[in-house]
């Protein structure tokens, strides 16, 4: 099994530019999330998705937008990334609401 | 808004040493989860706290869950240098939809 996959690992992005997170769960999990970690903030929720088709804003939502279209996925997207969102973005997936959550490697990004 | 706050934020043991982190919530919580995250890599979960008052042991670590339900702490006996890492705190944002993560408790260990 390979749990919870995020694509890519890193990525350099110019101020503007627009990318597209990409998370992968092969446990059938029914929630996944996006977390942004920063130094001394722990981990923020931007996003969330408590099944197929459904979405919902987190804790700090603003300049991502996100997309469930499969069960298994979760997209994140930034449509014109500026550099107060150069981060380290962690997807995770739990089975439900109130179970155990694991979590991707993590993607860095960094916006110049 | 909800909130989870963990002191301290950082802490420095020599090996042998008993750590603490203490974990509030401004809301009472269904269940309050522990995750361990260690330099260079991601949050791994430890264990999950559902009752009043409850304690779980598991080896040198024991969790607490307070009695009014929104407080937790965890506690290491005679840290060792594998410990070293950040350990978050989390539970059920208000609606029950998702997680919310405290700020963390970075320990360091020196032997």
């Known amino acids: 099994n390979a749990g919870v996959t995020q694509t890519p690992k890193f990525r350099v992005l110019k101020t503007g530019q627009s990318m597209t997170l990409l998370c992968a769960q092969d446990m059938n999990h029914e929630y996944m999330y996006w977390y942004r970690q920063d130094p001394g903030m722990g981990l923020r929720l931007i996003h969330y998705s408590v099944g197929e088709g459904t979405t919902a804003k987190g804790e700090v939502p603003d300049g991502y937008n996100v997309s469930r279209l499969k069960k298994q996925n979760f997209l994140l997207g930034l449509e014109s990334a500026a550099p107060s969102q150069t981060s380290v973005y962690f997807c995770?997936?739990?089975?439900?609401?109130?179970?155990?959550?694991?979590f991707g490697q993590g993607t860095r990004l960094t916006v110049v | 808004g909800q909130q989870v706050m963990q002191i301290p934020q950082y802490q420095h043991v020599q090996e042998g040493e008993d750590f603490t982190t203490y974990c509030n919530s401004s809301?009472?919580?269904?269940?309050i989860q522990w995750y361990k995250q260690r330099p260079g890599g991601h949050p791994v979960f430890l264990i999950q706290l559902v009752k009043s008052g409850e304690v779980k042991k598991q080896k040198r670590l024991t969790f607490q869950f307070g009695e009014a339900k929104k407080n937790s702490s965890l506690h290491i006996t005679a840290t060792q240098t594998t410990d070293v890492g950040t350990y978050f705190c989390?539970?059920?944002?208000?609606?029950?939809?998702?997680?919310?993560f405290g700020k963390g408790t970075t320990l360091s260990v020196s032997s």
């Open positions: 989390a539970g059920p944002n208000q609606a029950g939809t998702a997680l919310i």
């Open positions: 995770a997936s739990s089975y439900w609401r109130d179970t155990e959550a694991f």
């Open positions: 809301t009472t919580l269904s269940n």
